[in-house]
């Protein structure tokens, strides 16, 4: 059993386009996040929510729109892609994380992005 | 300025025998928590190990130990008996209380180790 599912694997597109991610999990966490690994391998946090609330916005351009239907779900639309939308983004979810305690995300596989 | 830092872009070590990846980090929390991740070149994260900034002993998990050190804002990774398949790309990651219930991880740059038969 997939523990945290991203659909698609792949998507290359175009510039201009409109694409959307999807993300599943099914261990029962009420957080999500979205995360960018850009070519050099660094990744870094776009969004995360939390029981369907967004909770962090890491100044990401408003042409990426997450959208949580439930906690089992976060999706990302991404409007008018651009070559620097280019990456690999992955999905992760945790428990809700409090002041102590581990709280460790479990990353889905990842979708690589192209943008032509 | 960098919260985590891995100096090492590379490293290689022979099967079998233990290797240490580095990992230092900069936060004035009081409490936060570091992990460690594996990335294949299949692409997937793996999460390996994680300290607390509270915890009294090193983590250890199988193969996997960390080896704390809070004076020096340390937490670097030690493979012991290094197999084939542990060549990968190690990120640390540190989460701090100051990030409240958004889970927040800050990574580091990350260390590519290829282990050689």
């Known amino acids: 059993d997939t523990a945290v599912s991203q659909t698609p694997k792949y998507l290359v597109t175009q510039m201009g386009n409109d694409k959307s991610i999807k993300c599943e999990q099914n261990l029962g966490h009420d957080t999500m996040y979205w995360y960018k690994q850009d070519s050099k391998k660094f990744l870094k946090i776009m969004f995360s929510?939390?029981?369907?609330?967004?909770?962090i916005n890491e100044t990401v351009p408003n042409r990426f729109s997450p959208k949580s239907p439930d906690k089992a779900h976060l999706n990302l639309h991404i409007n008018s892609l651009e070559l620097g939308d280019s990456a690999v983004y992955f999905c992760a979810s945790s428990q809700t994380p409090r002041l102590a305690g581990i709280y460790e995300q479990y990353f889905g596989p990842g979708t690589r992005l192209t943008v032509t | 300025a960098q919260k985590i830092t891995q100096t090492q872009p590379g490293m290689f070590v022979q099967e079998k025998e233990a290797v240490t990846l580095d990992c230092t980090y900069d936060?004035?929390?009081?409490?936060?928590?570091l992990f460690w991740y594996k990335q294949p070149s299949s692409g997937e994260m793996i999460f390996l190990i994680y300290q607390g900034s509270y915890d009294q002993q090193n983590a250890t998990e199988g193969r996997y130990s960390l080896n704390f050190q809070k004076a020096r804002k340390s937490a670097n990774l030690v493979i012991s008996a290094s197999q084939l398949g542990d060549s990968a790309m190690y990120f640390c990651a540190m989460r701090e209380s100051g990030s409240g219930n958004t889970g927040k991880l800050i990574f580091g740059q990350g260390t590519t180790l290829q282990v050689k038969p």
């Open positions: 936060t004035s929390d009081p409490s936060y928590g």
């Open positions: 929510y939390n029981n369907k609330e967004l909770i």
